[in-house]
C-alpha cells in the first residue's frame, strides 16, 4: 500500500463542504444500523458470528467493485459488527476523475484532531447531497483551482463515494426485505475520513481487523454480542 501514498497529503483541516469524493484517494467508512440495534449477528469468542443479515451485507459490500466497474474501485479491510460496518474503499483514478487535481495537492477529514477513527464529529447524510437519485446499488468540491469548480458542475454527479454508500444501504435493506425482515432498517447517515497517508492507513486498517476483539470497549457497544 505504501506506493499509494508516494504524495503526502496535506491541509489537513475539518471537512470542507466542496470537497469533491469522487477525487480517487482512500476513505474509511462507518455506517451503524438504526438506533445501533443489532441485526448483524453477535461477538462469541471475540469473534464476529454474522447471521443472515450480517451475511447479506458482507456479500453487497463485496460486491461494489464489481458493480461499478467504471469508477476503478478497490476494497481493502472491512468488518461486519452486530450494529455497523466499517470498510476501507479506493477509489482510483477514472473517466470521472480524471481531470482532477492529484491527490497531493488537497486533501481534508472530517476529523483531524480525534485520535478515535470510529466516531467524527460529522456524520454524513447521503440524502442530502445534490446526486442524484439512482437504482439499487448502482453506480462534491473542494480546490484552490476555480476552473476544476466549473468541471465539476457538468460532470456525473452520482459517481461519488456518497453514491457508492446509498446504493450499498439501500442494496442491503433491499435484499434483507426480499428474505421476509421488515424490521431491519440503517441510520440516515454515515461516517467518513479520508486516509492521508501510509501510517494512518495502517493504524486505520487494524483498528478494523481488531474491531471484533476490541468489542465491548467499542464506542458503539451498547448490545449483547
Request: net charge neutral.
Amino acid at each position: 500500500m505504501a506506493e499509494k501514498f508516494r504524495n503526502k497529503y496535506r491541509i489537513p483541516s475539518a471537512r470542507l463542504p466542496s470537497w469533491d469524493y469522487s477525487h480517487d484517494g482512500m476513505y474509511f467508512i462507518t455506517i451503524c444500523t438504526l438506533n445501533r440495534e443489532c441485526f448483524f449477528g453477535k461477538i462469541v469468542n471475540r469473534e464476529m458470528h454474522l447471521d443472515g443479515i450480517g451475511e447479506i451485507t458482507e456479500q453487497q459490500w463485496i460486491k461494489t467493485p464489481e458493480m461499478r466497474p467504471d469508477m476503478n474501485l478497490e476494497l481493502d479491510a472491512f468488518v461486519v459488527m452486530p450494529n455497523h460496518f466499517h470498510g476501507i474503499i479506493i477509489i482510483g483514478k477514472n473517466q470521472y476523475n480524471s481531470n482532477n487535481y492529484h491527490r497531493g495537492d488537497a486533501m481534508h477529514c472530517v476529523s483531524t484532531d480525534s485520535t478515535d477513527v470510529t466516531d467524527p464529529t460529522n456524520p454524513i447524510d447521503p440524502t442530502n447531497s445534490a446526486d442524484t437519485p439512482e437504482p439499487t446499488h448502482t453506480p462534491q468540491n473542494s480546490t484552490d483551482n476555480p476552473v476544476n469548480i466549473a468541471a465539476n458542475q457538468f460532470k456525473p454527479q452520482s459517481k461519488n463515494l456518497a453514491s457508492i454508500i446509498r446504493g450499498f444501504k439501500s442494496a442491503v435493506a433491499t435484499q434483507v426485505k426480499i428474505s421476509g425482515n421488515m424490521n431491519f432498517n440503517w441510520q440516515p447517515r454515515y461516517y467518513e475520513h479520508i486516509i492521508r497517508n501510509n501510517g494512518e492507513f495502517e493504524r486505520i486498517k487494524k483498528y478494523v481487523i481488531d474491531n471484533p476483539a476490541n468489542w465491548k470497549n467499542d464506542d458503539f457497544y451498547i448490545c449483547r454480542g
